[in-house]
């Protein structure tokens, strides 16, 4: 059985760490970041490079935010980029963090699973190439890099869309029917990301209203994973859109 996420919605603002490669293969560095009372640990065994074709473009800096899932024994299930200067970093982040190492979230001493934020700022000058993995310099990152928006990764706000994302899946929560009745008219509120291929991606509680079973929530999250929607845009480009689904339990199902 799945573990609950007990908390889901922290976001890790990581403390600048920066470091230096030069004609270094696979090194790793290791983070102790705090946030919110959660501890997390982990490892960089791999890290991303500055992408060739765009120094060679004369870009000297770039920015990546990328949103993980770790469960209460270090595993990183998901990672979704919401936001990136230039897709091409997005895609050098990517390339690697499935090699990170993630030892067990702790909060308040005990094992959890949680949803995260990291910061991933690039910078190049000569023939060193620096990564800073931060949140206080997104915005000069930002800046001093300005790609096409078409190259750019963003989340976008639901008054952009061209278009409300067409559900085109649907799966409902398999829950024992006394378990369900036993919690009627109680609600658990879930906050997702539809992805840019439609999927929904890394889906946590946000809010709930009444006492609730935790195996009510669990199976609201497993039938959520399974959902489709038509890709979201705006302006005709694909992009990833943050929605809310409510649940709500009661004798006749969620």
Do not use: C
Not at 139 to 155: A, F, G, L, T
Not at 230 to 237: A, D, L, V, W, Y
Request: aromatic share 10%; hydrophobic share 40%; charged share 25%.
């Amino acid at each position: 059985m799945k573990t609950f996420i007990v908390i889901l919605s922290v976001t890790l603002f990581l403390l600048p760490s920066l470091f230096s490669i030069e004609n270094e293969v696979d090194p790793a560095y290791e983070y102790n970041l705090t946030g919110d009372g959660v501890d997390l640990q982990f490892k960089v065994i791999k890290e991303p490079i500055f992408p060739i074709s765009l120094r060679n473009r004369g870009l000297t800096w770039g920015h990546v935010t990328i949103h993980v899932d770790i469960d209460y024994s270090g595993e990183l299930r998901d990672w979704l980029v919401t936001q990136a200067s230039h897709k091409d970093f997005a895609k050098e982040v990517e390339s690697v963090i499935g090699q990170w190492k993630f030892a067990p979230p702790m909060w308040k001493g005990k094992p959890i699973s949680i949803i995260g934020a990291i910061d991933i700022n690039f910078r190049s000058q000569g023939d060193v190439v620096s990564l800073n993995i931060s949140s206080g310099i997104a915005d000069v990152i930002m800046k001093y890099s300005n790609p096409s928006p078409i190259d750019r990764i963003e989340i976008v706000e639901f008054d952009q869309l061209d278009t409300y994302p067409e559900l085109i899946k649907t799966v409902k929560p398999l829950v024992p029917k006394r378990l369900n009745a036993k919690h009627r008219n109680t609600v658990g509120i879930f906050t997702f990301y539809i992805d840019t291929e439609g999927y929904v991606r890394l889906p946590h509680i946000d809010r709930i209203e009444g006492k609730i079973d935790i195996r009510l929530l669990e199976a609201a999250q497993d039938a959520l994973e399974q959902w489709r929607f038509n890709p979201p845009t705006s302006k005709g480009r694909k992009v990833i859109v943050a929605v809310s689904q409510p649940f709500v339990f009661g004798e006749n199902g969620s």
